[in-house]
């Protein structure tokens, strides 16, 4: 959701803060603003709509006096806003200002009490100027710095309080902590006072915020993207903690003052992993960089013995051997994920498997103990979702192992065990490689569940790692023969309603493509499993409607492969029109499909690597004929944050 960017050194910052909300775009918003500190002064400026607005309102008032001031600091913080309290308007886009005009804050997340504090605040005189609940937060600020200056004032002369007090840049943060104290629901939140220009303090509670550690020059923000092209050092925030940067300190604490120590990583990618490297898209990008994201993610999985290795693994050996029922949680594209997973795991393990949305996980009572294993799966590792299904399973005593993309993240962090998917940075909202990296570490978890229960010998499970260290190579073919799928898109752009159908691996396939021509042309699109399509779905069939059809290999899956092709038939028979997936040299679906895309033979659990690929191409080109912004869809955002 929201983007946030916070810096200090000695360089102007708004550049700086104006590039960082650039990179974060792909997150979704709706507004945008800037609260810089030069000559003395805290200067503002918002606009509802893309960032190209903000911009366009600084270059026409480059010669007044605030523009001139603005471009002069070096202390900043910027903010893409996605509407939850207030509509998309200038009024409410952030930054708020304190009451006196001196502290600005920026926000991401919601504050649940926020009523509540708004009364008090309206009953202690404070007039409102948005409907956000962000404002709360200014104006708590405001009051409990002047608390904070006041007590130092006081202890400073006191006989016993020495000449001299506290550091000034600290009561702003002490402030912060006892604002965040006050707070329910999630947050993040940046703030910088006029009292003390080369002072930005952060804080964080179930939403995301990282620190870019720089020389003579420091950065906050919500994801390292915002900063990663001036530094790749990066800092890990732990949760309910503030930090204060200044040009050359980083202080962390928790929010009852306790000194904090945040976690040092650096990040692998550079900058130009996130432009768009001559694509019209992210997405076209993205599709495109799925054959080495997908070897990336299987790189350095074999250890010196032949066994598999994951990034951080803190469940023991016998812990695993002790599990007797696994839950995949997850959201959208993720749980989809999970859906194939649970094939391959209960096939290799012989584990039942259970695969949950995230948001409805905790609330149905699940039975949890110690030997369940929850797999959260999340590309951001911010999803708010699916990290309450995590801590619901943590108080349950169940081990948690994290599929993610994203170092040093919530999910990871809280989780007792990580797979990282190092799949680089994925700016498109609708997620592409992340779904296909996601793919392969739940293969390799399967196979690791396996390996130590000892149901697969090494060599079997060396076996599949070798079909799966093949499986770059064959999306690589499919991506070469997608000229005729776009041709295909084009044709469909005027289609009222698309579905999808598939049996096994492929049930979740069609789920995926259907989810992915939503999220991008904003059409009807359903998908369904094959077999249930005559309990109900088939009168969604009329004349001409296409129906794309995920078939499974024939080759070790004769008889459902037999079925798919009758439910092909059942379609044609009420007028469909069928687009047809199926396997290189499968001839009998050809009499049957209107229109036929071929991918290589590939072994059953694994074709999903390589069915999904025609989809993500059609559903762009879908997009993209009906003039959609395919990177950036209506009322998405890339990282859901809040339940």
Not at 34 to 62: F, P, Q, S, W, Y
Not at 68 to 92: C, E, K
Not at 475 to 485: A, G, N, R, W
Not at 514 to 537: R, S, W
Request: glycine share 8%; net charge negative; proline share 4%.
């Amino acid at each position: 959701m929201c983007g946030i960017v916070g810096y200090v050194g000695a360089r102007p910052a708004l550049s700086i803060v104006l590039d960082g909300l650039r990179r974060l775009e792909y997150r979704g918003y709706d507004s945008a603003g800037v609260a810089m500190i030069g000559d003395g002064a805290l200067l503002t400026c918002k606009r509802a709509g893309k960032l190209g607005n903000l911009e366009k309102a600084l270059t026409e008032g480059a010669a007044d006096d605030v523009t001139a001031g603005i471009a002069l600091g070096t202390t900043g913080i910027g903010h893409t806003r996605w509407a939850t309290h207030g509509g998309p308007t200038d009024r409410n886009a952030h930054p708020h200002r304190s009451t006196n005009g001196r502290v600005a804050v920026i926000h991401n997340g919601i504050i649940e009490n926020f009523a509540r504090l708004r009364a008090e605040l309206e009953a202690a005189g404070v007039e409102f100027v948005s409907d956000t609940d962000t404002e709360c937060a200014a104006h708590l600020l405001e009051h409990e710095l002047a608390s904070v200056r006041a007590e130092e004032t006081a202890r400073s002369a006191s006989p016993s309080g020495g000449a001299r007090g506290a550091e000034p840049s600290a009561g702003l943060a002490a402030a912060m902590r006892r604002v965040c104290q006050r707070l329910e629901g999630a947050f993040t939140l940046l703030a910088v006072d006029v009292d003390t220009p080369d002072v930005v303090v952060g804080a964080r509670r179930n939403s995301p915020l990282v620190v870019g550690r720089g020389q003579g020059e420091n950065y906050l923000a919500s994801d390292v993207s915002a900063f990663i092209e001036h530094t790749r050092d990066a800092v890990e925030l732990g949760q309910d903690q503030v930090v204060l940067i200044t040009p050359d300190r980083i202080e962390i604490t928790d929010f009852d003052g306790n000194e904090a120590i945040g976690k040092d990583f650096h990040v692998d990618w550079d900058a130009s992993a996130a432009e768009k490297g001559g694509y019209d898209y992210f997405m076209l990008k993205e599709i495109a960089e799925q054959p080495r994201a997908v070897a990336d993610t299987l790189r350095g999985r074999l250890g010196e013995a032949g066994e598999l290795m994951l990034d951080e693994m803190r469940i023991t050996e016998q812990d695993l051997r002790d599990v007797d029922k696994i839950f995949i949680v997850a959201c959208g594209t993720a749980y989809h994920a999970g859906l194939v997973a649970k094939y391959a795991i209960e096939h290799w393990t012989r584990i039942p498997c259970e695969v949950e949305l995230a948001s409805e996980f905790r609330y149905r009572d699940p039975v949890l103990d110690r030997s369940t294993l929850v797999v959260a799966i999340s590309q951001s590792g911010e999803t708010m979702d699916t990290l309450m299904a995590l801590r619901h399973a943590k108080e349950q005593k169940a081990r948690v192992l994290a599929i993610c993309n994203t170092n040093g993240s919530t999910i990871p962090r809280e989780s007792d065990a990580v797979l990282y998917t190092h799949a680089g940075p994925e700016v498109a909202v609708a997620s592409t490689k992340a779904f296909l990296t996601q793919l392969v570490a739940c293969y390799l978890v399967g196979l690791h569940l396996a390996q130590v229960r000892g149901v697969k010998y090494a060599d079997e499970v060396g076996a599949v790692l070798t079909q799966l260290q093949a499986m770059p190579a064959a999306i690589e073919q499919v991506l070469e023969t997608m000229e005729p799928v776009r041709e295909l898109g084009r044709e469909l752009a005027r289609a009222r309603s698309v579905l999808f159908i598939g049996r096994h691996v492929g049930y979740p396939v069609a789920l995926e493509g259907a989810l992915k021509l939503k999220e991008l042309a904003y059409m009807h699109a359903e998908g369904f499993a094959a077999g249930e399509l005559k309990h109900g779905p088939i009168a969604l069939i009329d004349e001409g409607c296409p129906v794309i059809c995920v078939v499974p290999s024939p080759v070790g899956r004769a008889v459902l492969h037999d079925k798919v092709m009758s439910n092909i038939q059942e379609v044609r028979a009420r007028g469909a029109r069928t687009i047809v997936i199926a396997e290189r040299g499968d001839e009998a679906v050809r009499p049957y499909a209107d229109h036929l895309i071929e991918v290589p033979p590939t072994p059953t659990l694994l074709t999903p690597l390589v069915t999904t690929v025609p989809l993500q191409v059609l559903a762009c080109e879908i997009a993209t004929a009906r003039g959609h912004d395919v990177d950036q869809p209506r009322n998405l955002a890339k990282s859901v944050t809040v339940e």
